[in-house]
Nanobody, 128 residues
Framework: QVQLVESGGGLVQAGDSLRLSCAASGRTFSNYAMGWFRQAPGKEREFVAA????????YYADSVKGRFTISRDNAKNTVYLQMNSLKPEDPANYYC?????????????????????WGQGTQVTVSS
């Protein structure tokens, strides 16, 4: 059973930084791409960042490019999302996601359909 557990959310001021973590269990973590999505109240879940199984390639939404960094530590079965220069438009529940297909994705990494497993989310709040 694949489990994803996010942590690291909280309340910060605009311009501050946060690092989210997602601990994975239940299978060989290093064989799978990972993604981060976010969902604000009343809005659809949107792509934030993704990283390939090897960690060699990363992908970002335009809205976070240059501010957020996704990384992974396969020894710790953990994927991270370093969020810098947080803005008032960044608050949301942040979810990590994992696909069912090893060494790739069934569809675009930018879509929720590429991922089968989801964590419970961690809340990020930004005060201006």
């Amino acid at each position: 059973q694949v489990q994803l557990v996010e942590s690291g959310g909280g309340l910060v001021q605009a311009g501050d930084s946060l690092r989210l973590s997602c601990a994975a269990s239940g299978r060989t973590f290093s064989n799978y791409a990972m993604g981060w999505f976010r969902q604000a109240p009343g809005k659809e879940r949107e792509f934030v960042a993704a990283i390939t199984w090897s960690g060699r390639s990363t992908y970002y939404a335009d809205s976070v490019k240059g501010r957020f960094t996704i990384s992974r530590d396969n020894a710790k079965n953990t994927v991270y999302l370093q969020m810098n220069s947080l803005k008032p438009e960044d608050p949301a529940n942040y979810y990590c996601a994992a696909p069912d297909l090893p060494f790739g994705l069934r569809t675009s990494a930018f879509t929720t359909g590429a991922y089968r497993y989801w964590g419970q989310g961690t809340q990020v709040t930004v005060s201006s």
